[in-house]
């Protein structure tokens, strides 16, 4: 049977790592994608664990073999998603979970439209910038025009959400971190029949991911946008 690619897509500072870290240990059967990047290690970050960090040089050769899915340039840095790490999974049946950005999620969509496709929204920009703060204080050193950068391509992130087939907003950790469960299981069942439990256990599961749905995420997403200046015209 053929895995399910899932996509996750935030702007940088959002809690994507964090809550993908948590859904490793709470889904089975789920593989996440190292992807290639140019930028150097961060904070505690292991080579081939985090990423395969390698040059500017070797990534430009891999681009010339053909050796992507995809890739982007984000913040002056290559970052790409292997064509073997897709093929090995699906081909042995696991699903893939790939964590990039808003560029390559639209060009994995055009070559595999089956995709599910899950945007995370912080809940304010305030919030963004108090959790890149955090991050880069813990890791050493804030850099405010980094900040102001990833607070900017933030906006313009999110002004993308339509293109995707969940939203969730990351204010409560345990809550998008069961959210995200949820989408996986019921992604499971729609598609292969199989998922978590027994009736009301999968009821309850169908009844979160549904509510995640774009078309049903409005009302949740209005003050987000509100607040980053997006506009529905914008969006739309
Ligand atoms: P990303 O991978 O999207 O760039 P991180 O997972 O590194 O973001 O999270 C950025 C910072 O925000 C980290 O310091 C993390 O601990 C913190 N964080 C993530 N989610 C939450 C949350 N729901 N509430 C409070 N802090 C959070
Ligand atoms: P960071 O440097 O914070 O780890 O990641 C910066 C951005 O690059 C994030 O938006 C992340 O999703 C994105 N990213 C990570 N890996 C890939 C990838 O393989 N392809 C693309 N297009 N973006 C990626």
Known sequence: ??????????PSGSGKSTIVNQLRSLVAGLEFSISWTTRSPRGSEVDSREYHFTTREHFEEMIRCGEFLEYAEVFGNYYGTAKATLHEALAHGRDLLLDIDVQGAAQVRKIMPEAV???????SPDVLAYRLRNRSRAEGSVQEVIIGRRLAKARQEIENYREYDYILVNDILDRAVEEMAAIVAAERLRRNGSGNGNSPDRERLLDIADACRQ??????????????GVTDDVAS
């Open 1 to 10: 049977m053929a895995g399910i690619l899932f996509i996750i897509s935030a």
């Open 117 to 123: 496709s899950i945007f995370l929204m912080p809940p």
């Open 215 to 228: 078309e049903n995420s409005e009302a949740r997403i209005r003050p987000v946008l509100a607040a980053f």
